[in-house]
Structures are given as C-alpha cells and as structure tokens.
C-alpha cells in the first residue's frame, strides 16, 4: 500500500509537469518573436495574476560557438539588458524531437544562468533575447565572513550552523534560527508520544563546516553541514508497547547506540528578495525519532497565524485556563503554506509548500518548531487498547534521503501589513523560464492576462467552466477585514457574473475598460465567470 501511493503521486507530478510543457509550449508557438531561426529566445512566464520583479535561474542549450562563450539576455520589447549572472558551463549534446524525422544531436554548451526579470506582466509573460556579444556580469552579494547581503536582508552564517538575520526596514535583528531538534517518537501514525527517558538532541552541540558555495551580483548560496549523532532506536525497558501507544505511560528510552545523520543546509539570498531561501537535505538511518527545525521569534505577542484551506486563522500562542490545552507542553497544530508569529510591530514567517505540522514554544523564545520528519513503527488499532504492529512496513520509519526546501521571512507589522499571503503565493507560482527560437505569432512578445490590483485578494483557482462557457476565476479574502480589488483582462470580456461554488449564476458585474471591480467581506469566497 504504501509504495503503490509513492507511485501513484509520483504518476500525478510526473503527468502535471508534461501538462505544464505542453501548455507553455502552445503558447509559446503563438507569440511574434520574429522570423530570425538562428535567434535564441527565453520566455519567463508568470503565474500569479501580480506583476513581479524576480531573479530566475534558468538552464540554456546554446550552438557551441567556441571557447569564450558568454551573454546577456535582452528584453526583447524595450532592447534594455538584464543583469545575468554565470552559474555553470560544461558541453552538451542537445536532443532535438522531430515529430516528422528522427531525433537529431546539436553540439551545445549548457549554461545554467540568474537573471533579473524586471515588471513582469501579471498572469502572463516577457521574452529575452541571447546577445552572444556581451559577456556576463560580475559582482557579489557578499558583505563580510559568512555573510550576504541584499536591499531588504542581512543574513550571516554563525559557527554554531545558525542564521542571523536583519531585517532592513525595521531593524529587528533575528539570531540563531534555524537550528535542528532530534528526540525520540514512542506514538504512532496519530499521535506523537514521547518516550518516558527521552534525548531531545540541538544540533547547535555538534561540529558544523560553512563553505560559499555560490556568488555573485544576483545570488549567493552558503552550504552548512552539520554532523549529528543520533540514537538508532527505542527501548522499551520492560515496558507495556500497548499502553506506550495508549498514551497512559510507558517505561520507554532512546537507545544508547547512536549512527551518524548530517544535516546539509544551503542558504540562498537573491537580488530583490525580501525571503530567505533554506534548503534542508539529510539521510535518515535510525528509527522512532521526530526530527524538527527551529526559529526562534522572540517575539511576544499571544497569538500566531496560521493558513488554512480558504483561511488565515488564529491560534493562541499562550493557552489559558479554560483552553484545552492549558498548561500542556509541545501542542502541534496544522497550516497549508505559512506560519506566522508576531507582536504587532514586526513578524517572522516560515513558509514551506509541503510541510504541515509546527509548534510555537510557550517560552521566551516563542520559537517556530516545524516537524521535517517523523519516524515510527507502524501500529495499527480496530479495538480500542488493542494493538496490531507492523514492524515489517518500514516505510514509516522514513529511512533513506530527504530533501525539503522552505522561506524565512521576516517583515514589519502582522501578517497582513506584512504582505505574508503574497509571498507565500509566489513561493508556489515560480517564474517558469522556457527557451525558444525565432517565429512567427499573434501574439507580442510580452503580455498580460489577467491583474489583480490587491495581495489581500488570493487566488484559489482559475479553470475552464465545467460547462466550458467561459472561465472560472475563484478568489478568497482570509482577512478579518473587508477587501475590494480591481480585476483587469488583456481585452474586454463579454460580461462578468458572480456565481456560486457549484457555478450557478448570482450577479452580473459591470465591465468598465476590460476590468470589474470585486468586493469579499471577511472569510469570503468569490467566483467569477468570465465569458470572452
């Protein structure tokens, strides 16, 4: 069972990441990028309905034309130069699929490359041309030892492993964030115990190496491996495993023999970011143990926010008598992409795509604890205090690699005045860079779909109508407050209308110059359907 679900969502990635080429591709065969076949193109399309100015890495197949081999990218509109940074180079062997001939190999030099995409058009796209006369820009995002730097942060490499952040604008100084936490996991698939003598291991005790690993004018990337020792297991002491499982106790410890699991982080920093970028990789060889990151706030306020499904919620960083988890320690909630923990005055965030689970300690620390990985045999229960183990079915003992990517976001007043929800959109919508050559289309070589005016309006979809009569556009406003935003359209639909989540027509709304303007009162959802 559990390989086949391994399976079967690599099958769902595998199909939405062909779905997304070949939809890129159609348009791409529609934009006028000239008549030019020997020009080489690369076209950025952004998915947000928001226009954006980002570094974007790209990786670019160009004729091999020799030994020297730099270029610029030009905006294709306007003839201005982008700011490009080099960030590899090795030949290649390009593949070229004729639906009419065989395959064909083009002698190549692959080069991954950073670039400024400056004002992209919201919900659309902008094209840039290779200009092989030009070479590639130099500079450094590096300030000090261990340290980068951009507009908005100061980020630096402690000897312990930990980040130091300052944020910019509002000069709160954040320290040892993003240190590790390895205890032991005696519970089951719903609900974590711990066992009655555990080791809550920090990996801030333990030997830690920094290398740079990239610099330059656009991007810089710090890796730090930090060299744990963890317990391989648990011990049950003569205990009962069924009322360990039950929660009423146990006489449980983590095992004295320890294997060793490093911990590879890279930091990176781009140009413009207002986000830290934290890649997190590691190999897990021990079993029944909960392995977590932390970020201390230190910021005082009683009440953290979380995403959820259509929602930003509340949740009380302080538990009061009467809440029931008063004076409990180690409560974990659930959020979609964000957490967020601040006073008022200025916040942290942690942003991650994929990671569900987090804790914000009750201490002075008022520390963001993620859950990266939790390890425990499988039990399985139909009878209450009956137990049916599984120890056979090791693939919730999560051993071998593992490899998570997530944001650190420090910003000036709560998650609203923040502008948290937005970044946490363009942490799911990256910039998708597509190369191209010369041809013919209707198109221009930068345009925009669909804007909307303001981040407080989030976007949960935007699809064919089930009855294929136009589109479906379907907005939420998560905020305590009301929020009126101005939609607009690349050309004047033929009406606009409010329907319900089951597409049923409620209000038509007045167009005026290709746009409506749309109202959500707090906790609201609003669907659109747009006929062309």
Same mark, same amino acid.
């Given at each position: 069972?559990?390989?086949?679900?391994?399976?079967?969502?690599?099958?769902?990635?595998?199909?939405?990441?062909?779905?997304?080429?070949?939809?890129?591709?159609?348009?791409?065969?529609?934009?006028?990028?000239?008549?030019?076949?020997?020009?080489?193109?690369?076209?950025? &399309?952004?998915?947000?309905?928001?226009?954006?100015?980002?570094?974007?890495?790209?990786?670019?197949?160009?004729?091999?034309?020799?030994?020297?081999?730099?270029?610029?990218?030009?905006?294709?509109?306007?003839?201005?130069?982008?700011?490009?940074?080099?960030?590899?180079?090795?030949?290649?062997?390009?593949?070229? =699929?004729?639906?009419?001939?065989?395959?064909?190999?083009?002698?190549?030099?692959?080069?991954?490359?950073?670039?400024?995409?400056?004002?992209?058009?919201?919900?659309?796209?902008?094209?840039?041309? #290779?200009?092989?006369?030009?070479?590639?820009?130099?500079?450094?995002?590096?300030?000090?030892? =261990?340290?980068?730097?951009?507009?908005?942060?100061?980020?630096?490499?402690?000897?312990?492993?930990?980040?130091?952040?300052?944020?910019?604008?509002?000069?709160?100084?954040?320290?040892?964030?993003?240190?590790?936490?390895?205890?032991?996991?005696?519970?089951?698939?719903?609900?974590?115990?711990?066992?009655?003598?555990?080791?809550?291991?920090?990996?801030?005790?333990?030997?830690?190496? #920094?290398?740079?690993?990239?610099?330059?004018?656009?991007?810089?990337?710090?890796?730090?491996?930090?060299?744990?020792?963890?317990?391989?297991?648990?011990?049950?002491?003569?205990?009962?495993?069924?009322?360990?499982?039950?929660?009423?106790?146990?006489?449980?410890?983590?095992?004295?023999?320890?294997?060793?699991?490093?911990?590879?982080?890279?930091?990176?920093?781009?140009?413009?970011?207002?986000?830290?970028?934290?890649?997190?990789?590691?190999?897990?060889?021990?079993?029944?143990?909960?392995?977590?990151?932390?970020?201390?706030?230190?910021?005082?306020?009683?009440?953290?926010?979380?995403?959820?499904?259509?929602?930003?919620?509340?949740?009380?960083?302080?538990?009061?008598?009467?809440?029931?988890?008063?004076?409990?320690?180690?409560?974990?909630?659930?959020?979609?992409?964000?957490?967020?923990?601040?006073?008022?005055?200025?916040?942290?965030?942690?942003?991650?795509?994929?990671?569900?689970?987090?804790?914000?300690?009750?201490?002075?620390?008022? *520390?963001?604890?993620?859950?990266?990985?939790?390890?425990?045999?499988?039990?399985?229960?139909?009878?209450?205090?009956?137990?049916?183990?599984?120890?056979?079915?090791?693939?919730?003992?999560?051993?071998?690699?593992?490899?998570?990517?997530?944001?650190?976001?420090?910003?000036?007043?709560?998650?609203?005045?923040?502008?948290?929800?937005?970044?946490?959109?363009?942490?799911?919508?990256?910039?998708?860079?597509?190369?191209?050559?010369?041809?013919?289309?209707?198109?221009?070589?930068?345009?925009?779909?669909?804007?909307?005016?303001?981040?407080?309006? *989030?976007?949960?979809?935007?699809?064919?109508?089930?009855?294929?009569?136009?589109?479906?556009?379907?907005?939420?406003?998560?905020?305590?407050?009301?929020?009126?935003?101005?939609?607009? &359209?690349?050309?004047?639909?033929?009406?606009?209308?409010?329907?319900?989540?089951?597409?049923?027509?409620?209000?038509?709304?007045?167009?005026?110059?290709?746009?409506?303007? #749309?109202?959500?009162?707090?906790?609201?959802?609003?669907?659109?359907?747009?006929?062309?």
């Amino acid at each position: 069972i559990e390989e086949d679900m391994i399976n079967r969502l690599k099958q769902v990635v595998y199909l939405a990441e062909g779905i997304i080429t070949r939809s890129l591709g159609a348009i791409q065969v529609r934009i006028d990028n000239g008549e030019d076949p020997n020009t080489v193109l690369v076209t950025v &399309f952004n998915p947000m309905p928001r226009r954006r100015t980002e570094v974007v890495t790209a990786v670019l197949d160009l004729p091999y034309q020799g030994p020297r081999g730099e270029f610029a990218l030009i905006e294709a509109e306007t003839g201005k130069e982008t700011t490009t940074q080099a960030a590899g180079r090795k030949p290649h062997w390009a593949i070229m =699929n004729h639906a009419w001939d065989a395959p064909m190999m083009m002698k190549s030099e692959r080069f991954t490359v950073c670039f400024e995409a400056r004002n992209l058009p919201a919900l659309g796209y902008t094209t840039y041309k #290779v200009d092989r006369s030009r070479m590639f820009d130099r500079g450094s995002l590096i300030t000090a030892a =261990n340290t980068m730097e951009n507009e908005h942060l100061r980020v630096s490499i402690q000897p312990d492993g930990t980040l130091a952040v300052t944020h910019k604008a509002s000069g709160v100084y954040y320290e040892d964030l993003n240190y590790y936490l390895d205890n032991g996991e005696a519970g089951h698939a719903w609900m974590h115990h711990n066992p009655v003598v555990d080791q809550v291991i920090d990996s801030r005790g333990f030997p830690v190496s #920094v290398a740079l690993e990239e610099n330059g004018p656009l991007l810089a990337r710090f890796r730090i491996d930090t060299m744990l020792q963890v317990p391989i297991g648990l011990d049950e002491n003569g205990g009962d495993p069924w009322q360990r499982l039950d929660g009423i106790g146990n006489q449980a410890s983590r095992s004295r023999v320890t294997t060793p699991m490093t911990i590879t982080t890279r930091v990176t920093l781009r140009r413009g970011a207002k986000t830290v970028e934290v890649n997190t990789r590691f190999t897990n060889q021990a079993m029944n143990h909960r392995l977590r990151v932390a970020l201390p706030t230190r910021r005082q306020g009683t009440q953290c926010h979380a995403e959820t499904a259509f929602d930003v919620v509340a949740r009380d960083t302080e538990f009061q008598p009467g809440s029931p988890w008063y004076q409990c320690q180690g409560v974990t909630f659930p959020m979609q992409r964000f957490v967020d923990v601040s006073d008022g005055a200025a916040g942290l965030a942690f942003l991650c795509p994929n990671l569900r689970e987090y804790e914000v300690t009750q201490d002075t620390d008022r *520390a963001i604890t993620v859950t990266l990985m939790r390890a425990y045999e499988l039990n399985l229960t139909t009878v209450s205090c009956r137990w049916d183990s599984h120890p056979e079915m090791m693939l919730t003992q999560c051993q071998g690699d593992h490899d998570f990517t997530y944001y650190l976001y420090p910003h000036a007043g709560d998650y609203t005045a923040g502008g948290v929800l937005e970044e946490a959109e363009k942490m799911v919508c990256p910039l998708e860079p597509a190369q191209a050559g010369g041809h013919g289309g209707e198109w221009p070589v930068r345009q925009g779909f669909v804007e909307i005016d303001t981040p407080d309006l *989030a976007v949960a979809a935007l699809k064919q109508a089930d009855d294929g009569e136009g589109f479906i556009l379907r907005l939420y406003n998560p905020n305590m407050n009301p929020v009126s935003g101005k939609v607009s &359209f690349y050309k004047a639909p033929a009406s606009v209308g409010l329907v319900s989540l089951e597409e049923l027509a409620q209000e038509e709304l007045p167009v005026n110059n290709a746009s409506v303007m #749309v109202k959500a009162d707090p906790k609201k959802i609003v669907t659109l359907r747009i006929r062309f």
